[in-house]
């Protein structure tokens, strides 16, 4: 079955362990286009809703809908539209770059020949696609795994702190890559507490503290200031 949708909305979503309840009636909606910063501090519940926005963990209470289709509604071909960068990389370190990313091309039915490559080179590791990657560094591995979450286009992209371990020019290319895949339409949401990579860079706002949707607004100028007097009044 082909799945596609140009939304994802959030209805109520409650999700506890146990009795910690790391989301509480979070109400969300993205757009294609968007870029959503899920903003909030250590703990808040960002890395939760990321882990149910992508299907590997179901709301104990409320829904979340792709277009207008639940997760259950659209089965496993659903997760053939979600690129997942999290803080666990999903890469396997006793083999190479080049290795990594043919695996996880053929899982998503594509032909290596064709997309390997331009991923190697967009992640900067042509000169070490034959090397394992126990010996990369953490942000090379952080760009090996960000190109492994988008060698598919998928609709929906999340991304768990994509900034960890990059250094300046990195991060650079990272945020105008967000950029182009918005621009080409795919659903763009972020978790971080770094308010200066996130302004400028996000185009909507969700400020999340306790498990609990505290803000849904567009992104605007002086985000830091906007962050400090939400998060610092809850």
Do not use: C, W
């Not at 506890?16 to 309840?21: A, E, N």
């Amino acid at each position: 079955m082909s799945v596609d949708f140009e939304s994802v909305q959030l209805t109520d979503v409650s999700r506890h362990f146990g009795r910690r309840r790391a989301l509480s009636n979070v109400t969300l909606t993205a757009r294609a286009g968007d870029i959503v910063g899920l903003l909030g501090p250590n703990g808040a519940g960002k890395s939760t809703l990321i882990t149910v926005l992508a299907t590997l963990a179901v709301p104990n209470k409320g829904e979340v809908r792709y277009g207008t289709r639940t997760a259950r509604e659209l089965g496993a071909a659903l997760r053939i539209r979600i690129g997942l960068l999290a803080h666990e990389l999903h890469l396997y370190p006793e083999l190479s770059a080049r290795q990594n990313l043919t695996f996880f091309a053929e899982l998503y039915g594509l032909d290596p020949r064709a997309v390997v490559d331009t991923a190697l080179e967009r992640a900067g590791l042509q000169d070490r696609a034959d090397d394992p990657i126990n010996a990369f560094s953490r942000g090379m591995r952080q760009r090996l795994a960000l190109e492994r979450a988008l060698l598919h286009h998928p609709r929906l992209v999340l991304f768990d702190e994509p900034f960890t371990g990059l250094d300046d020019r990195a991060v650079v290319g990272v945020a105008e890559r967000l950029r182009r895949l918005a621009g080409d339409g795919a659903i763009v949401m972020l978790a971080t507490h770094d308010m200066d990579l996130a302004d400028g860079l996000v185009t909507r706002v969700a400020l999340i503290r306790d498990g609990r949707l505290l803000a849904d607004e567009s992104a605007s100028t002086g985000l830091r200031a906007r962050y400090r007097a939400l998060i610092g009044a809850a």
